[in-house]
């Protein structure tokens, strides 16, 4: 579990701004859903959380310790893409197991992990198949999995659930709400522009506009209150 702290936060490219300043505490075991229009630069936020991108000013703070030189394998966090990523050469257990190979975890260790994530997952019946032989709910299932063998602290999701058809979004989106609890509630920060996915995963959601934050609430209180058309226009009410 982690809190995770964004400082007047900031990402340029070049002399392009995206990320404009951000202050903002998510809390440890927290599910956070980042929601907005295309560009305003959510997935950018989430590779600066990740380390995939160089902070261009302010502070990113875990649990008390600033992480900005911290490359991101030292962060403890999981990213899970819209695209799944698999490797299309290898079985679902190798996979799975991949990043804690690289880690050299005992190979013990690691079947532990890769059939307890399996389980969890409903997929220990497709260890054998290779990625091409799945459907893409299960394939995004491998990645999940994928994701959670290596006990992230964190985990990072950015519009996992887009690629697949309406009826397998439900049924995923369910399974990563059971997971957020089945993991102890481990930190969870989601990247989505689905207003229904946004209203039943989050404990709070940040709406963002042009790089910086619009309003942070419950889906309650965005959606009876919210602060702005903008923000009605996402997920409120009428305003
Ligand atoms: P979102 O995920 O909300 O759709 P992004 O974070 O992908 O938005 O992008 C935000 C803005 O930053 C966009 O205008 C995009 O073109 C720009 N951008 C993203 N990555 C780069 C990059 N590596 N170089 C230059 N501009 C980028
Ligand atoms: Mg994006």
Redesign the pocket.
């Known amino acids: 579990m982690a809190r995770i702290e964004l400082k007047n936060l900031r990402k340029s ?2 002399a ?1 701004d ?1 990320i404009k300043g951000i202050d903002l505490e998510i809390r440890s075991g927290e599910f956070m859903v980042f929601v ?10 989430l590779r600066l959380i990740a380390g995939l991108e160089d902070i261009t000013s302010g502070d990113l703070v875990f649990d008390g310790e600033r992480v900005n030189n911290l490359v991101p394998s030292k962060r403890g966090i999981a990213m899970v893409f819209q695209s799944y990523a698999l490797y299309p050469h290898m079985k679902v257990y190798d996979n799975m197991a991949f990043g804690l190979k690289l880690a050299h975890a005992g190979e013990d260790e690691i079947r532990k992990r890769v059939l307890e994530a399996a389980k969890l997952l409903q997929i220990d019946h497709l260890l054998d198949r290779l990625p091409k032989q799945l459907s893409g709910g299960q394939r995004q299932r491998v990645a999940i999995g994928r994701a959670i063998v290596r006990d992230p602290r964190v985990f990072l999701f950015d519009e996992p659930l887009s690629n697949l058809d309406a009826a397998l979004r439900v049924q995923t989106r369910l399974e990563i709400a059971k997971l957020h609890h089945a993991m102890n509630n481990v930190t969870m920060i989601y ?1 989505t522009h689905d207003q229904v996915e946004a209203m039943t995963l989050a404990d709070r959601i940040c709406v ?1 506009r042009d790089g910086k934050v619009e309003q942070v609430g419950t889906p309650a209180e965005l959606y009876e209150s919210p602060n702005s058309i903008f923000v009605a226009g996402f997920i409120g009410s009428p305003k």
């Not at 907005?36 to 936020?45: A, F, H, V, W, Y």
């Open positions: 490219f070049g392009f995206v907005g229009p295309s560009g305003c630069g959510k997935s950018t936020l990247v963002l």
